[in-house]
């Protein structure tokens, strides 16, 4: 803020006094953190590809200007200077390096789309996949919406799904075998 360097503890912004030298790091490290997750940004987004490529190029400027003044991200120095930021980890994903430090190459995100936008599943062609879409869309069997992706009755489904899928007794709801068959059974 306003040139210098602050750290948030809970509510408080507190000011941080470093040398030059480390200062000028740190803020060379938050410009590619703050290109980072603007990349990011972009890519969950789905915004067109030029754009992407746009800030990729500004992404591998910063990393090589800085890289180039101050070593990797991932050497000892930059590490323990920035290890209190909560961006530390995404920074130090950038760089894929070997058991001795060396860079053997940088990541994905600076040449490629590594990020797309959620998509909906929307159909499937069997009840077994129906089950696994609805697990993962709405935490359980979801019966009807089972019935839209697969093309298939509810009956059909039951059917289908025979063994993985019960009908619990005590609420009238299909549930997957694990989740049916866990817990005090006999009662």
């Known amino acids: 803020f306003d040139n210098d360097i602050y750290y948030r503890e809970g509510n408080n912004m507190v000011?941080?006094?470093?040398?030059?030298?480390?200062?000028?790091?740190?803020?060379?490290?938050?410009?590619?953190?703050?290109?980072?997750?603007?990349?990011?940004?972009?890519?969950?987004?789905?915004?067109?590809?030029?754009?992407?490529?746009?800030?990729?190029?500004?992404?591998?400027?910063?990393?090589?200007?800085?890289?180039?003044?101050?070593?990797?991200?991932?050497?000892?120095?930059?590490?323990?200077?920035?290890?209190?930021?909560?961006?530390?980890?995404?920074?130090?994903?950038?760089?894929?390096?070997?058991?001795?430090?060396?860079?053997?190459?940088k990541a994905?995100?600076?040449?490629?789309?590594?990020?797309?936008p959620y998509q909906p599943i929307t159909s499937v062609d069997t009840a077994s996949e129906a089950l696994t879409v609805s697990i993962s869309e709405r935490a359980g069997v979801d019966l009807a919406f089972m019935s839209g992706l697969c093309s298939k009755s509810e009956e059909e489904i039951i059917k289908d799904l025979e063994g993985v899928i019960f009908e619990n007794p005590l609420t009238a709801q299909y549930e997957t075998a694990d989740e049916y068959l866990s817990g005090n059974i006999r009662k």
């Open 108 to 116: 994905d995100i600076f040449t490629k789309r590594t990020i797309y």
């Open 15 to 105: 000011l941080q006094q470093f040398n030059k030298n480390k200062t000028t790091r740190i803020k060379g490290m938050i410009e590619i953190s703050e290109a980072l997750r603007e990349l990011i940004k972009l890519q969950k987004e789905n915004y067109p590809d030029e754009h992407i490529k746009a800030q990729q190029d500004k992404l591998n400027t910063l990393y090589d200007r800085f890289t180039a003044s101050y070593g990797l991200l991932s050497n000892h120095n930059n590490k323990s200077i920035f290890r209190f930021d909560d961006t530390a980890a995404l920074l130090l994903s950038l760089e894929n390096i070997d058991e001795n430090g060396n860079l053997l190459s």
